[in-house]
């Protein structure tokens, strides 16, 4: 198993079509990186650490919001929100969870984060690589069959909704848009290589990055 030493410092973080295989290659980069993995596992910190119950978090994670909402983060002062206890609830949520990943990322030094728009909230680090993941949609439908054990045709609905909340909210907080190959250092299609092979492909990459 590779290790990152001190003086190899990475972040990564990874955007991902939804049934693309994200959170599994991120689970097992990590993992051959040895070092720790975010997820779900970053709501349950911001929680913690913020005062607002889990629930809260898990009912915002990634959902899409309004561009009301956008301004606010770009700049909660203009808007008259310079008090964060008078914040509406779901941006409350969003910065609990920006903060969190830049405090998880500073601590840890070397992470994989996926989703939650943790390429933006880093993106004035040196040692972060940002990765996009997508693939065919038949890959993705019958990954995504497969797993919630429903009919293809579910699995392609579902999917629809996934990846159109995902871009929605990343595209309200951040200044980026989702998914645009120009924002990412590096954009992986899985159905191409494969789940093994995008782990490995990607761990060459970011050990010589």
């Known amino acids: ?34 070092i720790p993995f975010y997820d779900k596992e970053l709501l349950k910190e911001a929680a913690k650490n913020s005062g607002i119950c889990e629930e809260i978090f898990d009912s915002f994670d990634e959902k899409p919001t309004n561009s009301f909402l956008y301004s606010l983060v770009m700049d909660p002062y203009s808007l008259g929100f310079g008090n964060s206890t008078e914040l509406p609830l779901n941006h409350k949520v969003f910065l609990a969870a920006f903060d969190t990943i830049k405090n998880l990322a500073e601590k840890d030094g070397s992470c994989v984060f996926v989703g939650r728009c ?19 949609m038949d ?20 999917i629809k909704k996934e990846d159109k909340a995902r871009a929605s ?35 060459d990459i970011v050990n010589n990055y």
């Open 1 to 34: 198993m590779g290790v990152v030493t001190m003086a190899e410092k990475k972040i990564i973080t990874i955007g991902r079509q939804f049934g693309s295989g994200g959170k599994q290659i991120g689970e097992a980069l990590a993992e051959k990186m040895n």
């Open 139 to 158: 890959d993705r439908t019958a990954r995504i069959a497969k797993k919630y054990n429903i009919s293809e045709s579910k699995a392609k609905d579902m």
């Open 169 to 203: 909210y990343y595209n309200y907080y951040t200044s980026k848009r989702w998914g645009e190959m120009k924002g990412y250092d590096i954009c992986i299609n899985t159905s191409k290589y494969g789940i093994d092979k995008t782990i490995d492909l990607l761990y």
């Open 118 to 136: 943790a390429d933006y909230a880093l993106r004035d680090l040196d040692n972060v690589v940002n990765i996009f993941l997508y693939a065919d």
